[in-house]
């Protein structure tokens, strides 16, 4: 820094986690903070214009809008979806449940259902949180099964570990070793000890496949933690159907192969399976997910060190809350979607409904969107539809930093403080890392002129949605805030602070406000806390405050049986809803038997997460798409030379959703059968103010994502879609 000038981003050396290692996507940082189409002030829309104004203007709209459409409509008029960004942003994170409370809308809608969802149904149902979702152990296995994760470029999703290419070249140095599944020659596939490609969608086959080995083959032995666990004897029933030599053609992976990994996976000291976004935006996205887990369990890895392990994360983690091991377990299908009757998760619904949900008429529909962070019209499934859907609204604002394609629709947009002028913790990562770790980082810049923090601007929406106006008394409602959480931790069997007096807890929480208060809280009522006195040694916020390096709270423990949260106290290993979707996996195995060939000629989609992108938002800042223009279509040479695709010539791809065209690059690198896109692109729609993405448009690669989901979790089927590609022009 420079005064208030950011004159370069480095990796901090002396971090107790990182240890200095940056993602180049953090270069990004300085350039975001220079980007001149970056908003610093609001935009209202004015003749069908989006112009600048002042916040309380754009706040006045804002009422006007949303409360005309929840008069005429009601709360499920008004949709929100949330976006990547909020998940790591503390405004959003702390404050956003209490928007949505104010608003009381069944129409929630997120990332979650492009991404993870089908390992937080897996997870709750097996462990009875969302987010008890077993990490493996990295730093202490000898044996690492990765499926559908890439995390040399992905940096680890679900598994929060700097460096992950140090941390599989450990792996490797100290004897053991890492195999790879994923329909294409990764980076991390090309560090592992060996990759194989397996056909997209057909992970859970191959996962049973392995099961099935273990228990015919005797080598499952899960030890102790039998005695915690329901449900085991079921398994053996399940995997019958699926010998190496039945899930081999569809798979495409050969039954000899299936049989000697899951006889290495067995006989490793310190074994790993670790599945992920490959493996959740498939067609059999839940049961890949308990799969996955199934294996870490029956091999004797599940909980153990170097194994699969639950972190314990410093606050906000439900599964450390109040007294294990019985609990509420999911809250799945509490309601459905108007439309399609999809049910939702975890309070959200499918975003695959929402252009429909918008588009149909009837009670209920969804007549005006709230955006935070988010970028649905490139991020989400059938993105054509979703586009038309947008315009046809009455009334939308989005929370962002950019005019992007969604934002474009917007009749207001309230930026959001850039990152580096805002506070941050994050929630999210840590309760899925490979220690526990505890870091804090104060703005390092000051917010432009006028510019409210993000919690703030999500407070004053949470006043719009109960009718409270746009000029809410932000401290009183940042005291209800955390009163509610105070009061729900004093009062839960078990917690840190059972029975305190929730007065003497809020002193001594003083004098600090907003998301410094409400962290530190948290972090002091959390498992590593200070307790309020209780824990002198324990964390508070002072103390982060003064370890700008973080503190390193240690290495993931055995957690069963405190961690879970079923309704039995155990882990169900074969819950009930898992196991009613197994029969649709037996279809798929059936239909490829015998006429595998004929299955293989079919090409399908796939996506290609791209290091210097971040999904679809950091294209504007020119050292992230300097080079060649990376949003082309991979071809594998037997593929293009039948179809009849030259390098650097164009495709035509086009599925039952739509269709596009892009550049071809042929490359060994992707499976015969299988194409690739990545997504994130197409930034060439008109109105958007993006003048750096626009000159590297590229294509919208959901225009090809039909609105299929994975039926357990609702998550969109993003990989794996059936598509005719040929020349174009
Ligand atoms: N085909 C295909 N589609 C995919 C995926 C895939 O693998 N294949 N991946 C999916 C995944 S995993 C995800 S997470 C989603 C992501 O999809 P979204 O969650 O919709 O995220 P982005 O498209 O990255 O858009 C992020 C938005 O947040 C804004 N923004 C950035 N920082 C901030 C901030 O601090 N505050 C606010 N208020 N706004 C900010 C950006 O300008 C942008 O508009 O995409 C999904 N879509
Ligand atoms: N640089 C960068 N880092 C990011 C992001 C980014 O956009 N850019 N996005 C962030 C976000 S929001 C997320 S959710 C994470 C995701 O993190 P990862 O899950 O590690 O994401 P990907 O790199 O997309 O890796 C998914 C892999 O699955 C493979 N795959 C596709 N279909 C199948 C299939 O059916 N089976 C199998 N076995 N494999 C399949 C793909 O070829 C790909 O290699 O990354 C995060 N980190
Ligand atoms: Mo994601």
Redesign the pocket.
């Known amino acids: 820094m420079r005064g208030t000038e950011v004159v370069s981003v480095r990796g901090d050396d002396d971090d107790v986690f990182s240890r200095g290692f940056l993602c180049p996507k953090s270069q990004g940082l300085k350039q975001l903070n220079e980007d001149p189409d970056r908003l610093t002030r609001p935009l209202v829309r004015r003749d069908g214009e989006l112009v600048e104004a002042s916040w309380e203007e754009a706040f006045a709209e804002v009422d006007r809008g949303l409360g005309a459409v929840l008069e005429a409509g009601g709360r499920n008029a008004v949709a929100v979806?949330?976006?990547?960004?909020?998940?790591?942003?503390l405004?959003?994170m702390l404050y956003g449940p209490a928007f949505l409370k104010a608003l009381g809308s069944q129409n929630l809608y997120?990332?979650?259902t492009?991404?993870?969802m089908p390992k937080q149904v897996a997870s709750a149902l097996m462990f009875g949180t969302g987010l008890s979702v077993p990490v493996p152990d990295v730093d202490r296995t000898d044996y690492l099964l990765i499926l559908g994760a890439n995390p040399l470029v992905s940096n680890g999703?679900l598994l929060t570990a700097p460096d992950m290419r140090g941390r599989i070249r450990a792996i490797q140095e100290r004897g053991g070793k890492v195999v790879v599944i994923d329909p294409r020659r990764s980076r991390t596939a090309n560090e592992a000890s060996e990759h194989h490609f397996i056909r997209p969608g057909t992970d859970a086959a191959l996962l049973l496949g392995i099961a099935n080995v273990l228990l015919d083959e005797d080598l499952s032995d899960p030890g102790e933690l039998a005695e915690h666990t329901n449900g085991g004897d079921g398994i053996t029933e399940l995997a019958v159907p699926f010998s190496p030599e039945a899930v081999a053609p569809l798979c495409g992976i050969d039954a000899d192969e299936i049989r000697r990994i899951a006889r290495e996976l067995a006989g490793a000291d310190h074994a790993a399976v670790y599945g992920r976004?490959g493996t959740t935006?498939q067609s059999f996205g839940t049961l890949a997910s308990w799969a996955v887990d199934v294996l870490n369990y029956l091999t004797g890895n599940l909980d153990r060190e170097g194994g699969a392990m639950f972190p314990l994360a410093a606050v906000a983690q439900r599964n450390s809350a109040g007294r294990g091991p019985t609990g509420r377990g999911a809250r799945l299908g509490r309601w459905s979607s108007r439309v399609r009757g999809l049910p939702e998760s975890f309070g959200e619904l499918p975003v695959a409904c929402l252009a429909e949900e918008i588009t149909t008429p009837g009670d209920d529909r969804v007549r005006a969107l709230v955006?935070?962070?988010?970028?649905?019209v490139?991020?989400?499934?059938d993105a054509a539809s979703l586009q038309t859907a947008v315009e046809d609204l009455e009334f939308m604002v989005?929370?962002?930093?950019?005019v992007?394609?969604?934002?474009r629709h917007a009749d207001v947009i309230?930026?959001?403080?850039?990152?580096l002028a805002?506070a941050h913790y994050d929630f999210a990562l840590y309760q899925l890392a490979i220690r526990s770790v505890a870091n804090y980082s104060p703005p390092v810049i000051p917010r432009a002129p006028e510019q409210p923090d993000?919690w703030e601007?999500v407070l004053r929406l949470a006043s719009i949605a109960a009718g409270q106006g746009p000029d809410a008394d932000l401290e009183a409602w940042d005291k209800l805030v955390l009163e509610t959480l105070i009061q729900r931790d004093i009062a839960l069997p078990g917690s840190r602070i059972e029975g305190r007096d929730a007065g003497e807890l809020l002193d001594a929480l003083e004098p600090r406000r907003g998301p410094q208060r409400m962290l530190d809280f948290m972090l002091r009522a959390g498992p590593f806390g200070d307790a309020f006195g209780a824990d002198p040694e324990g964390l508070t916020l002072d103390k982060l405050e003064a370890a700008p390096h973080g503190i390193d709270l240690g290495p993931m423990r055995p957690r069963v049986p405190d961690v879970l949260r079923t309704p039995s106290g155990k882990i169900e290993l074969a819950p009930e809803q898992i196991v009613a979707d197994v029969p649709r996996l037996r279809t798929a195995l059936e239909a490829a038997s015998g006429n595998g060939k004929a299955k293989a000629n079919g090409i399908v989609l796939i996506?290609?997460?791209q290091l210097r992108s971040?999904?679809?938002?950091?294209h504007n800042l020119p050292a992230l798409v300097k080079g060649k223009d990376r949003c082309t279509v991979w071809v594998n040479p037997d593929d293009a030379e039948r179809l009849g695709l030259a390098d650097g010539g164009q495709a035509r791809v086009s599925s039952s959703a739509g269709e596009l065209t892009a550049p071809v690059e042929i490359t060994a690198e992707i499976m015969p059968g299988v194409v690739s896109?990545?997504?994130?692109w197409g930034h060439d729609a008109p109105g958007a103010r993006l003048s750096v993405a626009s000159e590297h448009a590229g294509v919208n690669?959901?225009l090809?994502?039909p609105t299929e989901v994975d039926p357990l979790s609702g998550n969109?089927v993003?990989?794996g879609i059936p598509v005719e590609v040929a020349p174009a022009g």
């Open positions: 979806y949330l976006g990547n960004p909020s998940a790591h942003s405004g959003p997120s990332a979650s492009v991404d993870q999703s976004i935006t955006t935070i962070a988010g970028n649905p490139i991020s989400t499934p989005c929370v962002d930093i950019y992007n394609e969604t934002t309230l930026p959001a403080p850039e990152p805002k993000e601007v996506g290609r997460r971040n999904n679809s938002w950091m896109i990545p997504h994130g690669s959901n090809l994502a969109a993003l990989n």
